[in-house]
């Protein structure tokens, strides 16, 4: 759920105040720099300057309409509602259970982190004792980090104890016990998991060997996923992190080509033909594009934000890998923003040594500070978005019916002086505004239907969105 960041957030148990060490340190170095951002401002436009192209002609007598701060920078139309996460009068403290869970978390950073929000809740729902989770190592990240590598351990454990009991690790005694070792059905509600405390009469431990996507988004009892969230401070400076997924390998997989020379378009047909967990080799690109399936391109996002309002001297935090191209594509959107920063440059290789064989800890970098910002826009859907997208305003781009509006101006069947009305017409109700939580697509039955419901850390309302008195929606 998206909301006016400047009343309230929310703030994960996962990744907070943790003991300073020289990690922390570096990481907060980085989230230091979000915070004092501005400073960037009057300096980086010489670095940028002597690499950009020219300013591409799609824009020249583009000049779109500024708006108000309110407008471009706090949640519109919250109709009274405000975050909460409070449980009820009819919830009770978690009992503690000679019961153990483990559980193997897999994916990347940001899969990982549902999947062990949702083991928290599997485990109060079970009277179950939660093992710290162990991180996946063996994924396409390679990534040794722990838990404690990247989330404060302490905190994690002391935030949910009126609510589950969360160990660092098993009791000694029950190290050489027999465990069952369970993959619970994807996506199962609250009954589901009732039933499988029958599991107790005969076993002591359970491990879970995978930790995505366990827990149904809808129909649970509110507090159980009220008690996942708490707020996040307010920050006064403005910017907005991008989310640009113009990755080699996220082009590769989508099969996106637009905009890339032949190449830059070969090339990651060769990396598709060659990633054998990637099942689909011939894509058509075209097609892609016009369903909306493909990243939104740097020179894209940049059309996109004039449009919406956003001045040149917007900040911009790049929450991303390397961009495919380098500056050759990146100039895209620096020829019109150009106050655009990675971590990279505001901190020093010693400061981002620790985080370079480690995918997941640059992630989390990434995720604080986009947490932090104002405005945050995913340039295409993903983990990290739905995530990033529960905590604050977001605006989430139409894809394809920006494809659309861009193919038209450029045929000449739309003018330059009305793309910024059809820009904003078309996102007047994807800019924060909060709504309940989707279920699946009308048509959709059986567990497919439970698989397609919108996401519970995407959009948490209703269960951590209240009403104030008197409102009425």
């Not at 403290?93 to 949702?118: F, H, K």
């Not at 977001?394 to 059809?422: C, M, N, Q």
Request: hydrophobic share 35%.
């Amino acid at each position: 759920m998206v909301y006016n960041r400047r009343n309230s957030h929310l703030r994960n148990p996962l990744i907070c105040n943790r003991k300073p060490s020289f990690l922390s340190i570096s990481a907060y170095v980085i989230i230091l720099f979000a915070l004092s951002i501005f400073v960037f401002i009057l300096s980086s436009k010489d670095i940028l300057e002597d690499e950009q192209k020219k300013p591409i002609p799609l824009l020249d007598k583009f000049k779109p309409e500024q708006l108000g701060d309110d407008k471009l920078w706090e949640a519109s139309f919250s109709h009274g509602l405000h975050p909460c996460a409070k449980p009820t009068s009819k919830y009770k403290a978690g009992q503690v259970w000679d019961r153990y869970i483990t559980v193997r978390s897999n994916g990347g950073l940001n899969q990982m982190r549902t999947g062990i929000a949702d083991m928290v809740a599997v485990a109060r729902i079970m009277n179950a004792t939660l093992v710290i989770p162990q991180l996946d190592k063996r994924s396409f990240w390679q990534d040794t980090s722990t838990f404690s590598d990247i989330f404060d351990e302490l905190h994690f454990i002391k935030t949910l104890q009126q609510n589950v009991r969360i160990v660092k690790e098993l009791p000694k005694e029950l190290e050489n016990v027999p465990r069952i070792r369970k993959h619970f059905t994807s996506w199962s509600g609250m009954s589901y998991y009732e039933e499988m405390t029958h599991l107790w009469k005969d076993h002591q431990l359970i491990h879970v060997a995978k930790s995505d996507s366990r827990l149904a988004n809808n129909d649970l009892p509110v507090d159980i996923q009220k008690k996942l969230v708490e707020r996040l401070r307010s920050r006064a400076e403005r910017y907005i992190a991008l989310h640009l997924r113009y990755e080699k390998d996220m082009l590769s997989f989508t099969g996106c080509t637009y905009g890339l020379t032949d190449a830059e378009s070969e090339e990651l047909r060769i990396m598709r033909e060659k990633t054998n967990h990637w099942k689909i080799k011939n894509i058509n690109s075209t097609e892609q594009r016009i369903g909306g399936f493909c990243p939104i391109t740097p020179k894209e996002v940049g059309v996109f934000l004039q449009a919406l309002g956003y001045p040149p001297s917007t900040l911009i935090y790049i929450a991303a890998g390397d961009i495919y191209g380098g500056n050759a594509h990146l100039s895209e959107l620096t020829s019109r923003y150009p106050n655009v920063v990675f971590k990279e440059m505001h901190a020093t290789a010693e400061e981002l040594n620790p985080f370079s064989k480690h995918a997941s800890q640059t992630a989390a970098l990434d995720y604080i500070i986009s947490i932090e910002s104002d405005v945050f826009i995913p340039s295409h859907s993903g983990n990290m978005a739905r995530a990033v997208e529960g905590h604050r305003r977001t605006i989430i781009p139409d894809r394809k019916g920006l494809v659309e509006l861009f193919d038209r101006l450029e045929a000449g069947e739309l003018r330059e002086s009305s793309l910024s009305y059809h820009v904003r017409k078309l996102h007047k109700n994807r800019q924060g505004a909060p709504r309940k939580r989707e279920g699946a697509p009308p048509g959709i039955k059986g567990r497919a239907r439970v698989k397609l419901e919108e996401s519970f850390y995407q959009n948490p309302y209703p269960e951590c969105i209240c009403k104030s008195k008197g409102t009425v929606i």
